[in-house]
């Protein structure tokens, strides 16, 4: 697997563990903000990644 | 030390050795202690926690917590989603041989996001925030080939779309995984001109929220 594909595959999965699966009590991300800053980096990073493999593949 | 919580599985050894499990009903909850001072954040952490869920989901599906959520013992558990645990068993049960995949694409022309300020009450701004978003959609050719060719391998699936992407959820059978990445693969080799990410296996996580119907 190239280095690309597996740094996506990385973010991909942090993206899952971050923003995906059931929110208990109502605390989970919200509570802790430097979770929340952090996943908006991620997402920026994670598009950046993907137009990095994509045009890389041109 | 604080305990992480993961996921909710059905059964102990779906969790152990891997990690610890923490009992919830007659559930078991998948945990990662924490110190006290470190932070949910920490970069090192969320790479291995994310790690452990991956090891976890190969043992056996399980209902995903979101990232965030962590407690001192079984009692705060308890109460924190203690009055949840009898859906989530029957989540389990009848999604025990299934997995989640998901397919990722940019629309093929993207809304552009209503200004608040344009709007003079909330639920117009409202309104015309929920039809922007619903306008969005991939290209019709490579969603009618998704349809066609990975929709009816999945036991269900969801379209769910914002501003910036379109993605497909969909609950597959863990025997159907191959089948699904190659008909992926095709895809790509089909419509070279669409950028997609297809990615899996997931735990319950789409399937699981309160937001969904079945």
């Known amino acids: ?58 | 030390m604080k305990s992480v919580i993961l996921g909710i599985h059905l059964r102990e050894e779906d969790v152990e050795p891997v990690t610890k499990a923490m009992r919830v009903a007659d559930l078991f909850a998948s945990t990662v202690g924490v110190d006290d001072d470190r932070p949910l954040a920490d970069r090192d952490l969320l790479l291995e926690i994310a790690g452990v869920r991956a090891k976890l989901l190969d043992r056996a599906t399980f209902v995903a917590v979101r990232y965030g959520l962590s407690v001192r013992d079984e009692s705060e558990l308890a109460t924190k989603c203690g009055d949840r645990t009898a859906k989530w068993r029957e989540l389990l049960i009848a999604h025990r041989e299934e997995v989640e995949m998901t397919l990722k694409a940019p629309p093929a022309a993207p809304t552009a996001r209503p200004d608040r300020r344009d709007f003079e009450s909330g639920s117009a701004y409202l309104r015309a925030l929920y039809a922007a978003t619903y306008a969005v959609d991939v290209d019709a050719k490579f969603r009618a080939r998704i349809e066609e060719t990975l929709v009816p391998r999945a036991t269900q699936h969801r379209w769910m779309r914002d501003n910036t992407s379109v993605e497909l959820a969909m609950l597959v059978r863990r025997s159907d995984l191959d089948a699904i990445r190659d008909a992926g693969e095709e895809l790509r080799r089909d419509f070279t001109s669409v950028p997609f990410l297809l990615s899996g296996p997931w735990p319950l996580e789409v399937f699981a929220s309160d937001d969904h119907q079945q």
């Open chain 1, 1 to 58: 697997m190239a280095d690309q594909e597996i740094e996506l595959t990385v973010l991909e999965a942090l993206d899952h563990l971050l923003d995906r699966g059931v929110v208990i009590a109502g605390e989970a991300v919200i509570s802790i903000g430097d979770v929340d800053l952090l996943y908006l980096g991620l997402n920026v990073v994670l598009a950046n990644v993907d137009a990095l493999k994509r045009t890389s593949r041109k």
